[in-house]
């Protein structure tokens, strides 16, 4: 059994910055999975924010790049998001994703980010 904890969104204001935190809990060493943020917006389908590999690759979806970077730190088993110069088009519940092949997807149960003045 994979739990994965989102948390660290909440309301800022346009150009702002925000942390997001994915802790990874029971059968899970992230060191061995790819880990992924996507987001979810009201009537709109989930999409990929980014992702980093099993052995740290990213990439990025193209409305983001070069504002959000994903890193994951292995001995607490957390993956990051660290959003800059947000904007109203990043609202959104954004959900963390761990995928390794033979073992399955698990996601969390996602955490609100609202982006307004």
């Known amino acids: 059994q994979v739990q994965l904890v989102e948390s660290g969104g909440g309301l800022v204001q346009p150009g702002g910055s925000l942390r997001l935190s994915c802790v990874a809990s029971g059968s899970i060493f992230i060191q061995f999975y790819d880990m992924g943020w996507y987001r979810q917006a009201p009537g709109k389908q989930r999409e990929l924010v980014a992702r980093?590999?099993?052995?740290?690759?990213?990439n990025y979806g193209d409305s983001v790049k070069g504002r959000f970077t994903i890193s994951r730190d292995n001995a607490k088993n957390t993956v990051y998001l660290q959003m800059n110069s947000l904007k109203p088009e990043d609202t959104a519940v954004y959900y963390c994703?761990?995928?390794?092949?033979?073992?399955?997807?698990?996601w969390g149960q996602g955490t609100q980010v609202t982006v307004s003045s």
């Open positions: 994703r761990s995928n390794r092949a033979g073992w399955g997807v698990s």
């Open positions: 980093i590999s099993s052995d740290d690759a990213t």
